[in-house]
């Protein structure tokens, strides 16, 4: 299979417009690379983090569902990343570099503001005082500890 995979990009590459480009990226950033079955392509693939994960295999699900670092996933024969980027709705705003192990891609969420509200009764301060003033006093912050030890006086 990965002698098979080579050839073909090697006999596709020349013929796409960017087929210069395309070559000298995989020269610099590709890999054919073989495991020893799903579970270490799942794991493998969970450490790299794609920017583009493609499952061309017959229960893609099963596989997905091994994998959680991925920026956008393609299942199937009939899923091309193109249908990804100008059809199906995702973004195609990616995280790249592997940086899908924490990122996840664009979405109007990044645009918004997100912040907390917060309203505690003075019996609901009293029932989690303890663990609050513990902690600020892990952390040395003892403003933060008289700040309930005078709510509560």
């Given amino acids: 299979v990965l002698r098979a ?43 790299l983090a794609p920017e583009h994960l493609h499952i061309s295999t017959a ?27 100008y059809a199906a709705g995702p973004s195609h705003v990616l995280p790249t570099s592997g940086t899908a192990r924490w990122a996840s891609g664009l979405s109007a969420n990044d645009f918004l503001r997100s912040g907390s509200v917060l309203c505690y009764s ?9 663990d609050v003033q513990r902690l600020a006093d892990k952390e040395g912050l003892t403003a933060h500890r008289a700040s309930v030890d005078v709510r509560l006086a």
């Fill in 5 to 47: 995979t080579r050839e073909e990009l090697a006999r596709q590459a020349p013929a796409l417009s960017r087929g210069e480009l395309t070559i000298q990226s995989l020269q610099d950033f590709g890999a054919t690379i073989l495991v020893q079955d799903a579970e270490q392509a799942c794991a493998l693939t969970d450490r």
């Fill in 59 to 85: 229960q893609p699900d099963a596989l997905l569902s091994k994998i959680r670092n991925a920026g956008a996933a393609f299942l199937g024969h009939f899923t091309p990343v193109a249908v990804g980027d």
């Fill in 122 to 130: 003075q019996e609901a301060l009293r029932e989690i005082a303890g």
